[in-house]
């Protein structure tokens, strides 16, 4: 490796940061878009907050149904009918989030990248409604797969 | 030989799941779960292959039920989880004023933790 190599390894270093990161318009900018939420549902916001493993982007699914992908600091939400969900995804691993979730109300889960044996896993976490409110402010709107 | 890596994940995933305990019958729902108790003071809840959970003075909780371990307190004001391999959303089971476990709200089983003392105050 030259010197001029050497220059050009932080430029090569920060760009691989960035690959794969979410590229849609950020929360504040798609509220105006959100669709309202129908009164016999709940609605679950999803969000990947860092670039960590940013290679590893499994599909995120909701009782076994494909509603998104877990792209680094991009965020997405589901309406779902009250009663028991699960929240998964899946590398060489599936990692499972159970939870309830009643009529009106907002819950938020951080999908977090975690050591595998060969992969990273990622892992839906349910956090706290005010914790998520603030963490998701600086997501990208990614879409779902509804 | 190729089924090395499933063998060695499925091994990682079995270790590390916290042991839950299936209850001899449902819980019970409690008519009256209008009274409100307010945490007095931080309890830090240890589970087996689980992180461990703070609840935070000042929270409000209301009993949901009552399984044979003791009593189910829900509350709106923090989440509440056990957090091992998979996450399972829980309400906290208390006996003679102690904090005893998780009960897990999907699966309605138990997860045994270690004993801590807990004060739950009646009233907001």
């Keep these: ?146 | 030989m190729n089924r090395c890596p499933l063998v060695i994940v499925v091994a990682f995933v079995s270790a590390c799941s916290t042991p839950t305990v299936n209850l001899s019958s449902p819980m019970s729902v409690t008519d009256s779960a209008d009274a409100v108790f307010r945490l007095e003071e931080n309890v830090t809840i240890k589970a087996k292959h689980a992180a461990p959970l703070t609840l935070r003075a000042g929270t409000s909780w209301r009993q949901i039920g009552t399984i044979e371990q003791g009593r189910v307190f829900d509350t709106e004001d923090q989440v509440v989880i056990v957090n091992s391999f998979d996450v399972h959303e829980a309400a906290i089971v208390t006996k003679d004023h102690y904090l005893v476990g998780y009960y897990l709200k999907v699966s309605e089983t138990f997860v045994e933790a270690q004993a801590v003392p807990i004060t739950l105050l009646e009233g907001e």
């Design chain 1, 1 to 146: 490796m030259n010197a001029n190599h050497i220059k050009w390894l932080p430029v090569l270093l920060a760009s691989t940061l960035f690959i794969g990161c979410a590229t849609g318009p950020t929360y504040q900018e798609s509220t105006a878009q959100m669709r309202p939420l129908a009164a016999e549902n709940g609605r679950i916001f999803i969000y990947r907050k860092t670039s960590l493993g940013a290679a590893v982007q499994p599909e995120v699914t909701v009782d076994g149904e494909p509603v998104g992908k877990a792209k680094p600091k991009g965020y997405f939400y589901v309406d779902l009918p009250p009663g028991s969900h699960e929240i998964s995804a899946s590398t060489e691993a599936e990692r499972n989030l159970k939870l309830t979730l009643d009529a009106g109300e907002e819950k938020y889960v951080r999908l977090e990248v975690k050591m595998g044996a060969f992969v990273g896993h990622v892992k839906p976490v349910l956090v706290d409604t005010a914790v998520g409110r603030e963490e998701i402010q600086k997501m990208k709107y990614v879409g779902s797969g509804e």
